[in-house]
C-alpha cells in the first residue's frame, strides 16, 4: 500500500492556460473521487468514479473542467481556460467499492496557483 | 447550503488537557460520521468513525459522540498533545462524503 499519489504537488499557470493533474489511488480501490480545497473551507466534492465509469459531477464542476479514468486506475483531472477563482488545493482520494462507509484515502494534494 | 457544519474555527489547548471540537449537521439522512486531521501541505487522513445506531465509539486518545436527536457529534481528545495541533474536519456520509470547514486545533506545550 503506497497510499494515493498525486502529480504535481504545485503548480502555478498563469490565466487562461490549460492545466492537468494525476492521480494514482490505492491499486485494490475502485472509487475514485476529486475535492476542492479552498483556504478556511473543507474539501468539496467534485466527482467520482467507480471503476472507469464517472458516476457523479458536482454541480461545481464546470464545463472548463473534465475528469477521467480511462482504464479504471489512475484519473486526470484537466481545467481548461484557467481562472484566477481555480486557485485551490485540488485533492484525490480514493476507497474501496464495496462498503459505503468505509473512509476516503487521500492524497497530498496540488496545490493550484493561477496568476 | 452547508450540510456540515463547525461553528469554531479554532481552539486552543494547554497540553494534557481535553481537547472538544464540535460538529452540526442538517440531513437527518446521514447515517454514518468520520473525522479527518490535516497537517500543511498534506491530505487529510482518517481518524475516526462513527455509526448513526450508536452514541459512542471510542480509539485511544479520541472517543466521538453523536447525539442524533441534536444532530451533533464531537470529538473528544484526552490527553492533548502538542502532535494533536491541526486542522479538524468533521464530514457525513451520503452517498459521498461531506465536509464541515473544519476547526484549527493548537496544542500548547
Known amino acids: 500500500d503506497t497510499g494515493v499519489s498525486q502529480d504535481p504537488r504545485h503548480k502555478i499557470t498563469k490565466r487562461g492556460q490549460n492545466v492537468t493533474f494525476r492521480c494514482d489511488p490505492i491499486s485494490e480501490h475502485n472509487r475514485l473521487y476529486w475535492y476542492r480545497q479552498t483556504l478556511g473551507q473543507g474539501p468539496e466534492f467534485l466527482t467520482y468514479?467507480?471503476?472507469?465509469?464517472?458516476?457523479?459531477k458536482s454541480r461545481l464542476l464546470s464545463d472548463r473542467f473534465s475528469a477521467e479514468r480511462p482504464k479504471g486506475s489512475f484519473s486526470t483531472l484537466e481545467i481548461q481556460r484557467t481562472e484566477q477563482g481555480d486557485s485551490a488545493m485540488y485533492l484525490c482520494?480514493?476507497?474501496?467499492?464495496?462498503?459505503?462507509?468505509?473512509?476516503?484515502?487521500f492524497g497530498n494534494g496540488t496545490r493550484l496557483t493561477v496568476t | 447550503d452547508q450540510q456540515v457544519k463547525q461553528n469554531s474555527p479554532s481552539l486552543s489547548v494547554q497540553e494534557g488537557r481535553i481537547s472538544i471540537l464540535n460538529c452540526d449537521y442538517t440531513?437527518?439522512?446521514?447515517?454514518?460520521f468520520l473525522w479527518y486531521k490535516k497537517y500543511p501541505a498534506e491530505g487529510p487522513t482518517f481518524l475516526i468513525s462513527?455509526?448513526?445506531?450508536?452514541d459512542k465509539n471510542e480509539d485511544g486518545r479520541f472517543t466521538v459522540f453523536l447525539n442524533k436527536s441534536a444532530k451533533h457529534l464531537s470529538l473528544h481528545i484526552v490527553p492533548s498533545q502538542p502532535g494533536d495541533s491541526a486542522v479538524y474536519f468533521c464530514a457525513a456520509i451520503n452517498d459521498k462524503v461531506i465536509f464541515g470547514p473544519g476547526t484549527s486545533l493548537s496544542v500548547i506545550p
Open positions: 462513527i455509526s448513526s445506531i450508536k
Open positions: 482520494a480514493s476507497k474501496p467499492g464495496q462498503g459505503v462507509n468505509s473512509p476516503l484515502h
Open positions: 468514479f467507480q471503476n472507469e465509469a464517472q458516476l457523479e
Open positions: 440531513n437527518s439522512m446521514f447515517d454514518y
